[in-house]
């Protein structure tokens, strides 16, 4: 900071002190350290000359159809948890208690890696830490999340599941092509086979969940903050 102080000095008796300098030294001799946080934080969020811009966040009714799609989807999780416990499909009552949870995204971007940013603590730039936020990378991560559970779910014979999965995935995709269409079911013979799917379920339940908190969080006014 002196060796700053000392050139901006130097600058200004020869009349060539950049605008920014010149407006830094002047706040510091009349306000005092304190009043230079301001003017810092500002030069840190600046985008840096030469480096493109991040793009565009997504359109205001693609967040709200979003929105609309992830709540079909927990209400489909829902559903077919509670047909399975009705009907016996499984041939076991499917609960959280009975099987252990699988995270078969964590190999991936995906919903919690994309949509939650690391603690920063408190520090004295509020607006670049929130800057830290990616919109479009956090919808990129909830569509590789369901991505991957609806190849897990492709030979289950619950079309209503596969098809809200389909529509968010639609809403959520920024450039062409579609999602594929739901398969036909291929049967679940084994025991290990139907756990297997009872623990994707309830994981596949979890996550529809944090899904539709982030699309609430992003179509409020707190996420434009």
């Given at each position: 900071m002196e060796q700053?102080?000392?050139?901006?000095?130097?600058a200004g008796s020869g009349g060539r002190a950049a605008p920014r300098s010149a407006a830094v030294g002047g706040c510091r001799r009349r306000c005092g350290p304190r009043a230079l946080l301001p003017v810092l934080c500002l030069v840190l969020v600046l985008p840096t000359p030469g480096r493109g811009l991040p793009p565009p966040p997504p359109p205001r009714h693609r967040l709200d159809e979003g929105l609309s799609r992830s709540r079909?989807?927990?209400?489909?999780?829902n559903a077919s948890l509670h047909r399975l416990k009705e009907l016996g499909t499984l041939g076991f009552e499917c609960t959280l208690?009975?099987?252990?949870?699988?995270?078969?995204?964590?190999n991936?971007?995906?919903t919690i890696k994309a949509c939650t940013s690391e603690d920063l603590g408190t520090g004295n730039c509020p607006a670049l830490e929130r800057s830290t936020f990616d919109m479009n990378k956090c919808l990129r991560g909830i569509y590789e999340d369901l991505n991957v559970y609806r190849a897990e779910l492709k030979n289950f014979n619950d079309q209503k599941v596969l098809?809200?999965?389909?529509?968010?995935?639609?809403?959520?995709?920024?450039g062409g092509g579609s999602a594929p269409q739901p398969s036909a079911g291929a049967g679940l013979t084994s025991f290990k086979a139907r756990m297997r799917l009872c623990s994707i379920?309830?994981?596949?339940?979890?996550?529809?969940?944090?899904?539709?908190?982030?699309?609430?969080?992003l179509t409020s006014p707190e996420s434009s903050m």
């Open positions: 700053q102080r000392g050139r901006g000095g130097s079909e989807l927990l209400a489909a999780a208690e009975e099987v252990d949870l699988e995270d078969i995204t964590k991936q971007i995906n098809a809200t999965i389909d529509e968010m995935m639609k809403a959520l995709k920024t379920l309830h994981a596949f339940r979890i996550r529809t969940v944090t899904i539709n908190r982030v699309m609430n969080y």
